[in-house]
């Protein structure tokens, strides 16, 4: 290890990382960067914090600037990828350049990557040693599952801790075992515990849910609170950083009850639950059921509900002769329930066909809720914003507004 600068502390209070992609397949596009997001993760797990993704193509100059960047400003730096056998293949090279040193053979790698092929019936290409390289200094880290190992390194930085380096394949089976066995060992985490939870809702925009939490989202918060959305569900990230795991609970215990004060009426679940996860819990509960018809949904309400895996969705109809008008609906609804021989009864209708012109007054669709405690109520669905998630906001809708009578019942 690179001894630390007098009075420079073995590990900072927040250490920043930045993960670098290489390869001319992500920086055209040809390829999904995956492997930045599954490491952005895991090292939120560890109490690291990722302060870039940088994505580079296959070009030396551009490997060097990029480490030269992420050395000045991240305490950690991952990278993916360019550690192949082929001319295209730079990281050692760049790292190497980086550090001011030539490139040797480590035996150790070598013999590793000779018997990967023997013990595969293969004769090993002569270009493969060239993954046997690396810079002066460095530390090799083997990779079982493949032929190209990693490397680790330290680079000194004047006046603060080194900055740490960790290179691996870009095969993500590989890069995914390296991580875990080989890198996260090494990894300066802070000394601390991070938990995370997650609340759910829905009904609301993600800008009116950030207006009416007010502070609790506020940047430097603990514990920290974000907001994400997917198809009008609104989840509100916690992450809370201490010592122990019980510290870590009541901070989050602390924030979520002021969540639910503030969002009261729109949250709905935890971690992964949907709502009709939860709908159907409550349906359990009473020992009631579910049926459903739907025209403008396409069989996206029933789908929802058949991913729950409970007994108590009865099955459903995918109707494009429902009808229109909501009188109609109301009718369909009772008399499709009493046929079923269920406690409730969703109905989606039609949708109308959108405007003609640009800015023309957005389109309505109805969703109707039958229930053998109380006459028939309905929600209006107004068919706006963005139609890719049409479908599945008034699915969602529909669910909600099962699940809106069934804690009035509570």
Known sequence: MTDRPEGISDRPTKLLAEIIAVGAELTSGAKLNTNSQWLSAELSDLGIDTGWHTTITDDLAINVEALRLAIDRADLVLMTGGLGPTLDDLT?????????????????????ITSYFQNRGRAMPERNQVQALFPRGSTPLPNPVGTAPGIWVEIPRRHRIPCCIGAMPGVPSEMYRMFREQLVPRLP???????????????CGE?????????????????????????????LRTIAHAVTRAECLSKIATTESLIRERLEGFVYGVEDEE?????????????????????GTCGVLAQRWMQTGSACYRGGLVSPDLPDR????????????????????????RFPPPPTELGGIPV????VLASAHSPPVHAEVILSGNPAIHLSRTAKIASKLLLDRLTEKS
């Open 92 to 112: 050692r090279e760049a790292l190497a350049e980086q550090m001011n040193v030539e490139l040797v053979l480590d035996e150790t790698s070598l013999h590793a």
């Open 189 to 203: 985490n802070g000394g601390q515990m991070i938990v995370k939870s997650r609340i759910n809702c829905f009904g």
């Open 207 to 235: 800008s009116q849910a950030e207006e009416l939490l007010g502070e609790i989202t506020a940047r430097g918060r603990d514990p920290e609170v974000g907001i994400t959305a997917h198809e009008a569900t609104i989840t």
């Open 275 to 295: 709502i009709e996860d939860v709908a159907a819990r409550e349906l359990r509960i009473r020992g009631e059921s579910l049926w459903t018809e739907e025209a």
């Open 326 to 349: 909501l009188p109609e609906l109301m009718v369909r609804a009772e008399t499709q329930r009493a046929s079923h021989e269920t406690a409730y009864v969703l109905l989606v209708s």
């Open 364 to 367: 309505k669709a109805h969703v």
